[in-house]
């Protein structure tokens, strides 16, 4: 416990921040490892531009919420905010998942946390994405969301929308696994709105040269479906059920950990609401925490004086139970906020809900 997580070590790896020879080795090796990945990959989605691999389609329209890169780009919340505007259209929506990590018959991280976020929505989870999104429609669902649905290409989606990371928005420049990249950056081009997450971490002059080298050529469509947008704390949930106010947070000597792709936003979330924090503990993402974890670091924070543990809410759903009876246990939730172009993307899920309205509108209730 309290090694650096996998993710962050390989980030630091492939962006060069690791220097030595070995070092330097390795990211040789990576990129010839990305070569025939990319190959791949390209290869792939030229068969689906060209209808050579079959696309299904399911009777209720399909919103998918998804990304470029790998590790967090704070796109969990992104799909909340959509869930949550269908909801508000009068659409039952469904969020589809994989269900990455997940146990047979448990929920995954996200849908655990969009389970508590979002309960107006129904959640399944399924890698066949298709045969998902079918369980949902007979169980009455009218609007399916996908998370992490950009390259499951398979289903055919009324509305793409990709999260980008404003503090790596490029995904070190390269393709997985010598960077961070799921796909290469023209692959935005199936997008049809982009929403830029962590927008308030950059300044305004950072932000116009991410959305120039994005929507430069064929993504100059993408300039008005844009949105800009920042992770907002909006309240501490515990593990009894309850909520604190965020500013119970403040001066408050805390231990933090966290099992997630990307624990520099959440250090800088503790940061922007002045926790005093006493020791913060990494996992690896999606870390499967057990009891002698909690041992572990209750004793700590015992030892430092810490007045509670505080983890983000992806890993809070994962607490065992009874952990709180010693120590306090809270996540810092996050909600998405538009600072511009919200209503241009809002829009587009508007017109999605208005179809699934559409397609419903001769069933009985």
């Known amino acids: 416990m309290g090694m650096l997580p996998d993710a962050e070590t390989?980030?630091?790896?492939?962006?060069?921040?690791?220097?030595?020879?070995?070092?330097?080795?390795?990211?040789?090796?990576?990129?010839?490892?990305?070569?025939?990945?990319?190959?791949?990959?390209?290869?792939?989605?030229?068969?689906?531009?060209?209808?050579?691999?079959?696309?299904?389609?399911?009777?209720?329209?399909?919103?998918?919420?998804?990304?470029?890169?790998?590790g967090g780009t704070g796109k969990t919340p992104l799909v909340a905010w959509v869930a949550r505007r269908l909801a508000a259209?009068?659409?039952?929506?469904?969020?589809?998942?994989?269900?990455?990590?997940?146990?047979?018959?448990?929920?995954?991280?996200?849908?655990?946390?969009?389970?508590?976020?979002?309960?107006?929505?129904?959640h399944v989870a399924n890698r066949d994405r298709t045969a998902g999104c079918r369980?949902?429609?007979?169980?009455?669902?009218?609007?399916?969301?996908?998370?992490?649905?950009?390259?499951h290409r398979r289903l055919h989606r009324d509305l793409d929308i990709v999260a980008i990371d404003a503090t790596d928005p490029f995904g070190c420049g390269r393709l997985f696994p010598r960077g961070l990249l799921r796909e290469s950056l023209a692959g935005l081009a199936r997008a049809d709105a982009v929403v830029l997450t962590r927008a308030s971490a950059i300044d305004g002059e950072q932000r116009k040269a991410i959305r120039s080298a994005l929507t430069a050529g064929d993504g100059q469509r993408l300039q008005?479906?844009?949105?800009?947008?920042?992770?907002?704390?909006?309240?501490?949930?515990?593990?009894?059920?309850?909520?604190?106010?965020?500013?119970?947070?403040?001066?408050?000597?805390?231990?933090?950990?966290?099992?997630?792709?990307?624990?520099?936003?959440?250090?800088?979330?503790?940061?922007?609401?002045?926790?005093e924090v006493i020791e913060f503990v990494p996992f690896p993402d999606h870390h499967a925490y057990t009891a002698a974890d909690f041992e572990r670091l209750t004793a700590r924070a015992a030892r430092h004086g810490a007045a509670m543990l505080v983890t983000t809410l992806k890993d809070l759903v994962k607490v065992p139970a009874g952990r709180s009876r010693d120590l306090p246990v809270g996540a810092v939730e996050i909600a998405i906020e538009p600072l511009s172009g919200g209503e241009h993307v809002a829009a587009l899920i508007d017109a999605v809900a208005s179809r699934a309205g559409a397609s419903t509108a001769g069933r009985r209730p």
């Not at 369980?135 to 009455?140: L, Q, V």
């Not at 907002?232 to 949930?237: E, F, H, Q, S, Y």
């Not at 805390?254 to 002045?274: C, E, K, Q, S, Y």
């Open 89 to 122: 259209a009068g659409r039952r929506p469904a969020i589809i998942s994989r269900g990455y990590g997940a146990r047979p018959g448990e929920r995954s991280d996200e849908a655990a946390e969009l389970g508590l976020v979002v309960p107006e929505a129904m």
């Open 224 to 275: 008005e479906a844009w949105m800009e947008a920042e992770h907002r704390p909006v309240t501490v949930r515990l593990t009894d059920g309850g909520t604190r106010p965020l500013d119970s947070l403040r001066g408050l000597p805390v231990m933090a950990f966290a099992g997630i792709g990307n624990p520099a936003a959440f250090r800088a979330t503790l940061a922007r609401l002045a926790a």
């Open 10 to 70: 390989f980030k630091r790896l492939v962006d060069g921040s690791t220097p030595g020879v070995g070092a330097e080795a390795a990211r040789l090796a990576l990129a010839a490892v990305a070569l025939p990945y990319g190959l791949a990959v390209a290869a792939r989605n030229a068969a689906y531009d060209r209808g050579l691999l079959h696309v299904s389609r399911v009777p209720t329209p399909v919103i998918s919420v998804g990304n470029l890169t790998l």
């Open 135 to 151: 369980t949902a429609i007979a169980a009455g669902c009218d609007a399916a969301v996908l998370d992490d649905g950009f390259q």
